[in-house]
DNA sequence: TGCCGCAGGTCAATCGATTAAACAATGTTA
DNA sequence: TAACATTGTTTAATCGATTGACCTGCGGCA
C-alpha cells in the first residue's frame, strides 16, 4: 500500500480510502491509485484491516463429524450462504472429540473470527463452548449459533430440524401402511436429534395404540445398519419379527437396505424401511429410500446467518421436516 | 496483553516474551504472566502475531465440487494433516466454476494465507491461479499444491492418483474375468483424472487385441450411472451388447449399480461394474462395489505438506493405485 | 475585504503482537 | 576496585491498514 501511495504520489491513507471509495476521495484520484494497485499487483491485507476494525469476515464453522456426508451438505450450505455475505469459511472437522472441539474453537478465537456455526460434537455442554462464550452471564464473545443439534437450555441461537415432528412422521408413515411391529434402529441418548426423533417415534406409536417399538442403539454408521438388517432377519421367532424399521439416519438406512438385499430379499417385501435426513443419494439407490426430508439448505442458511448477526432473541428455531415416499416401505395387510 | 502485563508489573514486551517461553525470560516471570493470563481470560491475537511475522498458520484448501463425496474424503485427511502440523483450513468450495475459484484464491491471498491445497475446477489454467501466482517466472507467492486433479505443464507440486493405472486396472480386471465388450461411462476430456483413466483402460484393452471400448462421457453423478446403465440394458442388439462397464468414478458405479438392480438383474449377470476411488460406501452397498481404490490419504497428506513447505524441486507425485475385487464384476465364459 | 464553508487531503494514533537494541542490576574476573 | 559478563527486562520500531482530527486552498457571501 505505501508503494501505491509513492507511486500515484499521495500518501498512504488517502490511497487507503480511495481504495474503499471513501468519499472524501476525488474520483481522479481513486482511478490513479486503483490503477497503480493493479499495476503493483498490490494484494490488500484484510488481517491487518481486521486488526484495525476489530471485527473479521472469518466465521468458523465446525463440523462433529465429517465422515456422516448429511453434515458435509449443511458445510455446503452454510459455505454457500456465508459467502453470499461476503464472509469466509474457517472450517474444523471434530472428529466427535469434544477436546477437538474445544481446541478448534480457542483456534478460532484466536484467529479473530467474527462468528461461529456449530455442529455439537455429542456430549457437549456449556463448558465446553468457554473458548468462545468465558462468562456465563454475558453473551458469547462473537454471534454463535448451533446447527442441526441442539443443546438444551443454552441461551444461545439454535436452529435444528423439527426431530420430534420428524420421528413421529416416519412412525406414521409405517403405521399408515399398516405395520405394527415397529423397530427403532441407531441413535443413542447423546444428541437431541437421536433423543427427540426417538420419542417422536414412539409417542406416535404409543398414540396409535401398538406395542412399543424395540429400540436398537448404535453408532451412525452403514455398517451398523447393515448388520442389524441381517440380525434382524435371521431372527427365529416370526411373531415378535418386526416389519419395519425406523432409522435414526439415512446414513444407517441405507446400510439395512444393502443388508436386506444381502440377505435375499427385498426391504418392502421382508422389512421396510424409512430414513430420515434425505440426503442426496437416498433416491438413487436401489430401491429408492422412503425418508424424511430435513430442510438441510434452510437450516445450514439461516444457522449462518445467525453466526453473521445476532438474531434478535436467542431462539431456537425448528424447521419442519417432510415426508418423502419412495420405495422402502411396504404395505402389510393388517 | 497489556492488561496481562499491567496486572504482573511487567512490560508488553515482557508479557509476550514469557507467553511463549521465551529463553530470556525468568521462569517466575513466565508462570506469573501464564497465571495472568489464564485469570483474566486471555486470548491470544494470531492475527496480530501474523501481521508482524509476515507468516500465518492458515492455510487454503479449495475443493473444486463438494457434492462429490470423494472430496469430502480427500478434505478429512487435509485437515487432518493440517492440524498435526498446527495450521488451520481456510475452506472454499469453487462449485466447478473457476470464477468462484479464483475469487477464493483472491480473498485467502488476502486473508494471508500461508499455503494452498487446490483441487483444481475443470478447465483450470495458470491463468485462474494468477491470485496465488501472479508472476508466470516466479514461483507462487505461497508454497502451493494440487492434488487429485492435475495441471499440465505447470510448475507447481502436484499429487496425484496414478490414474493410467488405474485405467489400466480395472480393465485388466474385467479382462481377467473374460470380459471383451467393454464400455467406459462417465468423465470427459477436461480433468486430468477422468482423461488418463480412460486413456490408461484404453491402452490396457488394445494391448490384449480386444476391440476399442465405447465410450459414454457424462457428469460425476449418480444420476448419470444409473440413466446410463438402463440405457444399456434397454438396448437390442445382443452382439453389440457390453458385457463390462469402467466407471470413471466410484459416484457413476453407485449410479449404475442402482440402475441394474432397478432393470431386474443383477450386475454380476448382466453387466459387470467396476468403479474408482473406492469411496467409503463402496463396500457396504448391495452389492459390494469392486473398484480400483485411490489412496486418499496418503494423497491428502502429501498435498497438504507440500501446501505447508515448498518440496524441495516442484514435482509431480502419482501415487499407486489398488484394486478392490468385490462384488460387481462377474466371470464370462469366453 | 474578511470570514465561512467545503472539498480533498494529510497527520498521527491505533489495533495486538513481535523483536532488535538498549539498559539496569547482578555476579565474575583480573 | 575497575572493567566485564550475564541475566532479565524495557524501549521503541514494526507489520499493514484504518480513522478522527487537523490542514490547505478555493469560491461564496455579506
Known amino acids: 500500500m505505501r508503494d ?3 507511486d500515484v504520489g499521495v500518501t498512504v491513507a488517502t490511497a487507503s480510502m480511495a481504495l474503499r471509495a471513501h468519499p472524501r ?36 464453522v465446525c463440523l462433529s463429524d465429517a ?5 458435509n451438505e449443511f458445510l455446503i450450505h452454510v459455505e454457500a450462504e456465508l459467502r453470499g455475505q461476503g464472509r469466509q469459511v474457517f472450517l474444523g472437522i471434530a472428529r466427535d472429540d469434544l477436546t477437538l472441539q474445544s481446541q478448534f474453537l480457542q483456534t478460532a478465537m484466536e484467529q479473530g ?9 455429542r456430549g457437549t455442554t456449556r463448558a465446553h463452548l468457554r473458548p468462545v462464550w468465558p462468562d456465563e452471564r454475558a453473551e458469547p464473545l462473537v454471534p ?18 423439527d426431530d420430534r415432528r420428524a420421528g413421529a412422521m416416519a412412525a406414521e408413515c409405517l403405521i399408515a401402511h399398516g405395520h405394527r411391529r415397529i423397530i427403532w434402529v441407531g441413535g443413542g441418548q447423546d444428541t437431541s436429534t437421536a433423543r427427540d426423533r426417538q420419542a417422536g417415534a ?31 432377519l435371521k ?41 430420515c435426513d434425505d440426503m442426496e ?27 453473521v448477526i445476532r438474531p434478535g432473541a436467542p431462539v431456537v428455531t425448528r424447521l419442519p421436516p417432510r415426508l418423502i415416499l419412495r420405495a422402502t416401505v411396504g404395505q402389510v395387510a393388517g
Open 144 to 161: 454463535t449459533a448451533l446447527i442441526s443439534r441442539g443443546l438444551e437450555g443454552l441461551n444461545v441461537p439454535q436452529v435444528l430440524n
Open 235 to 275: 431372527r427365529s421367532d416370526p411373531a415378535g419379527q418386526p416389519t419395519a424399521a425406523i432409522c435414526f439416519s439415512d446414513l444407517i438406512a441405507f446400510g439395512m437396505v444393502a443388508g436386506i438385499l444381502r440377505s435375499g430379499t427385498t426391504p418392502a417385501e421382508s422389512l421396510s424401511v424409512i430414513g
Open 25 to 60: 476521495i476525488s474520483p481522479q484520484t481513486r482511478t490513479k491509485v486503483t490503477e497503480a494497485a493493479v499495476r503493483l499487483g498490490y494484494i490488500y491485507n484484510r488481517a491487518a484491516a481486521n486488526l484495525r476494525q476489530t471485527q473479521s469476515s472469518l466465521i468458523a
Open 202 to 232: 414412539a409417542q406416535a406409536i404409543a398414540q396409535a395404540g401398538l406395542p412399543a417399538m424395540e429400540v436398537l442403539h448404535g453408532p451412525t454408521l452403514r455398517r451398523f445398519g447393515l448388520d442389524a438388517a441381517q440380525d434382524i
Open 113 to 121: 473470527v467474527g462468528g461461529v456455526v456449530l455442529i455439537p460434537v
Open 4 to 6: 501505491i501511495a509513492e
Open 281 to 307: 443419494e437416498a433416491e438413487l439407490i436401489h430401491p429408492p429410500l422412503t425418508t424424511i426430508a430435513v430442510d438441510k439448505e434452510g437450516i445450514g442458511r439461516l444457522g449462518a446467518q445467525h453466526a
Open 67 to 71: 465422515s456422516n456426508p448429511v453434515f
